[in-house]
Each structure stands twice: as C-alpha cells, then as structure tokens.
T-cell receptor, first 117, second 118 residues
Framework: SAVISQKPSRDICQRGTSLTIQCQVDSQVTMMFWYRQQPGQSLTLIATANQGSEATYESGFVIDKFPISRPNLTFSTLTVSNMSPEDSSIYLC??????????????FGPGTRLTVT | AQTVTQSQPEMSVQEAETVTLSCTYDTSESNYYLFWYKQPPSRQMILVIRQEAYKQQNATENRFSVNFQKAAKSFSLKISDSQLGDTAMYFCAFMNRYSGAGSYQLTFGKGTKLSVIP
C-alpha cells in the first residue's frame, strides 16, 4: 500500500466560496480518484484524476463545479467551487497501482470533512 | 450498471463471537473483483479483504474471511473472534475487470454499521 495524506483534514466554509483539497501520496501511483461521502451515506465516485490531462467525471459531476488537477504521479487536487450547504460531505482521494505497477486494489486517504454554512 | 446491496444497516456482536455481514451484487460481467472496506469513526477507509471472481477459493485474512458464491452473486464477510476495534462501518464494493471507460471504478453498497459489545 501507500501513505496517503489529505489537506485540510476538515474545514468550515461560507456558501459561495471555493475550497481546494490536496491529496499527496508517498510513492508514484498509476491512478487517482476522488470520492464524495455525504453524511451517513456510502461513497460516490466524482472523477478519475488523469495525469497531464482533463479528469474523467462521473454522471452528475461537472468540471465547473469540481475542477481537478493531477500535475504528476503523486499529487492531485480537487476544488469544490461556489459551495452550498449541499456540498457538506467527506471528500476522499484514493489511489491504485502503487509504484506504477498494475494492481486492482484501491487505497484511501483519511478524507476531508467539509461543512458549508 | 452494477449495484451492490447490503441488507443489514446495523448489526451487533459480543466480543470474541463471530459475525457475518451480507452483501449481494448484480452484474452481467464474468470477470470482476469484490472488496470489503472498513471505516472506523476516524473515517479512514481500510481495505479488509479482496476476492477475484475467477478464483473459486474464498479469501482469508487472519480473522476475516469471505463466502463468495458467484452463481448467487453473494459475497459475505465473516469476522471471527470479534474485537472492540472491529467496531466500524463495513462497505462491500465491486470493481469490473476490464479496461476502457469506467474501468477500475468502485461501486459501494450502503454499508453495515457493526458494533462490538464488551
């Protein structure tokens, strides 16, 4: 597995503002993903962060609302734009293919708890 | 699209006893992976156990084992000798084993909240 860190671990934000969440891995990985976990709910995939190209978004998620960057093989950011209280969730990054090899196991970061007031 | 169903929202077990969490899934694919993740109150998602669909042998990791019934599309998790640290949400998850759009996406069930009672 890999050591995955996320910043910030939690934040309270005003509606209408934006927050950028960082995900850092201690080794190169093939794939990185961003998930949302709404209160008391399961995890839903937002997008696959592609290194050097635009992210691939799942149905219901759009780039204008959740812009994603992945400048290299160890780092990605997710921005939650123009926030509303409905965006209050835990946001988790996950990685697959540690060491750039192939592996079907995904490992998760500790999550960022976002509260929008 | 694949769906994953966990029919037990909450369960409890006495410390040192055995508990089984249920999971069923629906897919038209024949090659895929199944996982159980644990999410303690600290919210860190931890991979507990994984199973490749093409393997008939059930996966085992220490006190955790699965009962994989491919024909029935069932994938239950058995926790033996339950410990207080096993208290957590447990999520069953499915991943297709193919390349292309949507590949490697994890589809999660709604979770089972397990409480281990001293």
């Amino acid at each position: 597995s890999a050591v995955i860190s996320q910043k910030p671990s939690r934040d309270i934000c005003q509606r209408g503002t934006s927050l950028t969440i960082q995900c850092q891995v201690d080794s190169q990985v093939t794939m990185m993903f961003w998930y949302r976990q709404q209160p008391g709910q399961s995890l839903t995939l937002i997008a696959t962060a592609n290194q050097g190209s635009e992210a691939t978004y799942e149905s219901g998620f759009v780039i204008d609302k959740f812009p994603i960057s992945r400048p290299n093989l160890t780092f990605s950011t997710l921005t939650v734009s123009n926030m509303s209280p409905e965006d209050s969730s835990i946001y988790l990054c996950s990685v697959q293919g540690v060491g750039r090899g192939w592996s079907y196991e995904q490992y998760f970061g500790p999550g960022t708890r976002l509260t929008v007031t | 699209a694949q769906t994953v169903t966990q029919s037990q929202p909450e369960m409890s077990v006495q410390e040192a006893e055995t508990v089984t969490l249920s999971c069923t899934y629906d897919t038209s694919e024949s090659n895929y992976y199944l996982f159980w993740y644990k999410q303690p109150p600290s919210r860190q998602m931890i991979l507990v156990i994984r199973q490749e669909a093409y393997k008939q042998q059930n996966a085992t990791e220490n006190r955790f084992s699965v009962n994989f019934q491919k024909a029935a599309k069932s994938f239950s998790l058995k926790i033996s000798d339950s410990q207080l640290g096993d208290t957590a949400m447990y999520f069953c998850a499915f991943m297709n084993r193919y390349s292309g759009a949507g590949s490697y996406q994890l589809t999660f069930g709604k979770g089972t909240k397990l409480s281990v009672i001293p």
